[in-house]
């Protein structure tokens, strides 16, 4: 994929050969990202931010890569705020958004907006996330996690078995991740659902044509019992007509350190996109495992800086011009320390 002023919408459009570039400039992000070193490359560049749904991780990453990168960031937070509310257009607010911004990251509630969107707007978009639809950067940041933390076990994404758990009809998280491990060879996905939270048949259809071997329960134990990773999702409430329909799922998928220890094998990465819902009745990973040495959930989230600064500074084109402006922190002391758990 030629980067370079283009958006960012689904993984369908990326190739093994742009995911290795993704993660080549996502490691070279780390000293900024941590705040150990400082760069200019987008000083001047102005970050549209336009978030028309809830957003923690997704939407602080995207700010702190952007000013790690030198620019400045101009946001909207919800619908309520903006002339969306006044009937706007989606193609008159992308005209107009990009007019004041370089590049524009978006998240909306219904499928296919961002690609709407895109379509009218004079600068590259990034798709934030579009209903139950796709949420690339969330793919490319989980795919690099799983491939470090797999690193340290000395195994790779080729051959690997992944469980997902969830709602994985409506989490669209795991949409772009399993589309995106279409790109890799022989891996074992066990779905782990309610019947009517199963992941989309299209995409298991895809998995199975491009060699994978698919296992779908809704028996989490057994689901549990051979993985690399196991991948959770939140039951995607948000999505349903009435809560009381998603309420049915609530607590069902859980896992704690007991379950972990009886029905994983040992060593399996516990990964979560977030917000892990930590409320009594659902309490879907439970806090228990927090300081265990393979939840990897607050490294998943940190890798979300390093790959959003690489989908900038792809997309802008000036991957090869970070380095050039590069200074040390000036605030630093010693006593400052970066986590890494
Ligand atoms: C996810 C999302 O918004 O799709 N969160 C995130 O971006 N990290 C997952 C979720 O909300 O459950």
């Given at each position: 994929?030629?980067f370079r002023?283009?958006h960012?919408?689904?993984v369908?459009?990326?190739?093994r050969v742009?995911?290795e570039?993704?993660f080549?400039?996502?490691?070279?992000?780390?000293?900024?990202a941590?705040r150990?070193?400082?760069?200019k490359?987008?000083?001047?560049?102005?970050?549209?931010?336009?978030?028309f749904?809830?957003?923690?991780?997704?939407?602080?990453?995207f700010?702190?890569?952007?000013?790690?990168?030198?620019?400045?960031?101009?946001e909207?937070?919800?619908?309520?705020?903006?002339?969306?509310?006044?009937?706007?257009?989606l193609?008159?607010t992308a005209?107009?958004?990009?007019?004041?911004?370089?590049?524009?990251?978006m998240?909306?509630?219904?499928?296919g907006?961002?690609?709407?969107f895109?379509?009218?707007?004079r600068v590259?978009?990034i798709n934030?996330?579009?209903?139950?639809?796709e949420?690339?950067s969330?793919?490319?940041?989980?795919?690099?996690?799983?491939?470090?933390e797999?690193?340290?076990?000395r195994?790779?994404i080729?051959?690997?078995?992944?469980?997902?758990?969830?709602?994985?009809?409506?989490?669209?998280?795991?949409h772009?991740?399993s589309?995106?491990?279409?790109?890799?060879?022989?891996?074992?996905?066990?779905?782990?659902s309610?019947n009517?939270l199963?992941?989309?048949?299209e995409i298991?259809?895809?998995?199975?044509?491009?060699?994978?071997k698919?296992i779908?329960t809704?028996?989490?134990?057994?689901?549990?019992?051979?993985?690399?990773?196991?991948?959770l999702?939140?039951?995607?409430e948000?999505?349903?007509?009435?809560?009381?329909?998603?309420?049915?799922?609530?607590?069902?998928?859980k896992?704690?350190?007991?379950?972990?220890?009886?029905?994983?094998?040992?060593?399996?990465?516990?990964?979560?996109?977030?917000?892990?819902?930590?409320r009594?009745?659902?309490n879907?990973l439970?806090?228990?495992?927090n300081?265990?040495?393979?939840l990897?959930?607050?490294?998943q989230?940190d890798?979300?800086?390093?790959?959003?600064m690489a989908l900038?500074?792809?997309?802008?084109?000036?991957e090869?011009?970070?380095?050039?402006?590069?200074?040390?922190?000036?605030?630093?002391?010693?006593?400052?320390?970066?986590?890494?758990t």
């Open positions: 994929m030629n002023g283009s960012i919408i689904s369908d459009q990326l190739n742009s995911v570039k993704i080549d400039v996502a490691d070279s992000m780390t000293p900024y941590s150990l070193q400082t760069t490359v987008l000083d001047g560049a102005i970050l549209g931010s336009m978030f749904e809830a957003s923690t991780r997704t939407r602080m990453s700010g702190c890569a952007f000013n790690s990168l030198g620019g400045s960031v101009r909207i937070v919800d619908m309520k705020t903006s002339s969306i509310s006044k009937g706007e257009s193609y008159d005209r107009v958004i990009s007019g004041y911004s370089d590049v524009i990251v998240r909306h509630p219904s499928p907006s961002v690609e709407e895109a379509k009218a707007s590259p978009v934030g996330g579009d209903g139950d639809n949420h690339p969330q793919a490319l940041l989980d795919l690099y996690t799983i491939r470090k797999l690193e340290h076990k195994s790779m080729d051959g690997m078995r992944i469980a997902m758990v969830g709602d994985l009809k409506n989490g669209r998280t795991v772009s991740l589309k995106l491990l279409l790109l890799y060879k022989n891996i074992t996905f066990t779905m782990i309610p009517e199963k992941m989309p048949n298991l259809d895809q998995l199975i044509l491009a060699g994978h698919v779908e809704d028996n989490m134990k057994v689901g549990l019992s051979d993985n690399d990773t196991v991948y999702t939140r039951i995607q948000e999505r349903f007509e009435k809560q009381s329909d998603a309420d049915l799922y609530r607590g069902q998928f896992l704690n350190q007991e379950i972990y220890t009886q029905h994983c094998a040992p060593n399996t990465v516990i990964m979560h996109p977030l917000p892990r819902d930590s009594a009745n659902a879907e439970d806090s228990d495992l300081l265990h040495p393979n990897a959930i607050f490294r989230a890798n979300g800086v390093v790959i959003r900038f500074a792809l997309v802008l084109g000036v090869d011009s970070v380095h050039k402006t590069s200074a040390p922190v000036k605030w630093f002391t010693d006593t400052r320390t970066t986590t890494t």
